[in-house]
């Protein structure tokens, strides 16, 4: 078995996989300051949940975007006596990278690219709604162009609660108008649907540049939000950078 890591700099997203088949899924708060022996104990808790042991596993996979934590599970995959994979600039993809310095993209965008082209096609757009809400661009014949960043949309929240005197923390969920007739609503109306014309705007865009063909892909905890307001998104695939993970992991392999 297959054991991914999407490394974030909220949360870990952990991936089990028999073949191509996802059997087990988890997400659990990144914790800079945990040991290896830590974070070993809690895995082992959620396998034994599972009903899965590390026994199975034959193989790591990680795309980490928090340095600290990198070294912390390739220790892991060291004590499981796996063959690691580190995704990286560097890690054979299949995937060109056209910007300036490709040691700047993160790994997850690096899985998720590939995802998107091998499931999906191109030329496409990814749109991953995670700490930062990122926009890649995937051109015609499978080429990586670029990305755009912009806050998360619970990122832009905390900000408005932290930066205001008066304004509450409120639950991400639309109000029933854009017209807000009290402090709650009002808030919700800028940051949903707010955010929803920022997606939009993003995709109206970035298909000008890629194509109207270009297919738009979403996955990140807050897709599924977005999506129910918007035709723009086309596809929520929540396993994504999983996905990615796995077939890199598969060419290296075969490689």
């Known amino acids: 078995m297959l054991l991914a890591f999407d490394?974030?700099?909220?949360?870990i997203v952990i991936g089990l996989f028999d073949g191509d088949r996802l059997v087990g899924h988890w997400t659990i708060a990144t914790r800079a300051e945990r040991t290896p022996?830590?974070?070993?104990?809690?895995l082992d808790s959620l396998f034994q949940l599972r009903g899965a042991s590390f026994r199975d596993v034959d193989g790591v996979v990680l795309a980490s975007v928090v340095p600290p934590l990198t070294g912390t599970f390739q220790t892991i995959a060291q004590n499981l006596g796996c063959r690691t994979i580190t995704v990286?600039?560097?890690?054979p993809t299949g995937l060109k990278l056209r910007i300036d310095n490709p040691r700047e993209l993160g790994p997850d965008r690096i899985a998720n690219a590939v995802a998107t082209v091998r499931v999906y096609g191109a030329p496409a757009i990814v749109v991953d709604f995670a700490t930062a809400t990122t926009f890649d661009a995937i051109a015609a014949n499978g080429d990586y162009l670029g990305v755009a960043i912009a806050p998360?949309?619970?990122?832009?929240a905390e900000a408005?609660?932290?930066?205001t005197s008066q304004l509450v923390l409120v639950d991400l969920t639309?109000?029933?108008?854009?017209?807000g007739r009290n402090t709650v609503h009002a808030i919700q109306s800028g940051l949903v649907y707010g955010y929803v014309g920022l997606v939009e705007g993003m995709v109206r865009r970035l298909k000008a540049e890629l194509g109207e063909g270009a297919?738009?892909?979403?996955?990140?905890?807050?897709?599924?939000?977005v999506a129910s307001l918007t035709e723009c998104l086309e596809v929520v695939d929540p396993d994504l950078t999983?996905?990615?993970?796995r077939m890199i992991w598969e060419m290296n392999l075969e490689g």
């Not at 999983?242 to 993970?245: R, V």
Request: proline share 9%; hydrophobic share 45%; glycine share 12%.
């Open 7 to 11: 490394i974030a700099n909220v949360h």
């Open 37 to 42: 022996d830590e974070y070993q104990v809690l």
């Open 88 to 91: 990286g600039a560097g890690t």
């Open 152 to 156: 998360g949309i619970d990122i832009a």
């Open 160 to 163: 408005l609660f932290r930066q």
């Open 174 to 179: 639309p109000p029933p108008s854009p017209i």
């Open 215 to 225: 297919r738009v892909i979403a996955t990140g905890d807050r897709a599924a939000l």
């Open 242 to 245: 999983l996905t990615g993970l």
